[in-house]
């Protein structure tokens, strides 16, 4: 089992940067595939981006492509989402996500696919 905690939100104004993190609980957290998804109000649940375990595989939504960063440090048991130029369609609550992986390296897209869930940090862009 492992726990989740995002931190970073906050009010950032069009074109600045913001960078979220989420800490990990749990001794294998490096066998976990990881993700971070966002819901703004009225809208379904929406993938942002993920990661491998071994950092080798990333992968990110059109919509934040050559934006948004996803890291990890499995040493520290956090992953991390750097998010520059933003905008205000990205105002949402962001949300980190963990899958355990039993074999192989692989990302994760699907929120289905997820076992384990932060209880998100807002994010706000003001125009």
């Known amino acids: 089992q492992v726990q989740l905690v995002e931190s970073g939100g906050g009010l950032v104004q069009a074109g600045g940067s913001l960078r979220l993190s989420c800490a990990a609980s749990?001794?294998?957290?490096?066998?976990?595939?990881m993700g971070w998804f966002r819901q703004a109000p009225g809208k379904e649940r929406e993938f942002v981006a993920a990661?491998?375990?071994?950092?080798?595989?990333?992968y990110y939504a059109d919509s934040v492509k050559g934006r948004f960063t996803i890291s990890r440090d499995n040493a520290k048991n956090t992953i991390y989402l750097q998010m520059n130029s933003l905008k205000p369609e990205d105002t949402a609550v962001y949300y980190c996500?963990?899958?355990?992986?039993?074999?192989?390296?692989?990302?994760?897209?699907?929120?289905?696919?997820?076992?384990?869930w932060g209880q998100g940090t807002q994010v706000t862009v003001s125009s």
């Open positions: 996500a963990a899958d355990q992986v039993i074999s192989g390296v692989v990302v994760r897209t699907l929120k289905d696919e997820y076992d384990y």
């Open positions: 749990g001794r294998t957290f490096s066998r976990y595939a």
């Open positions: 990661i491998s375990w071994s950092s080798v595989i990333t």
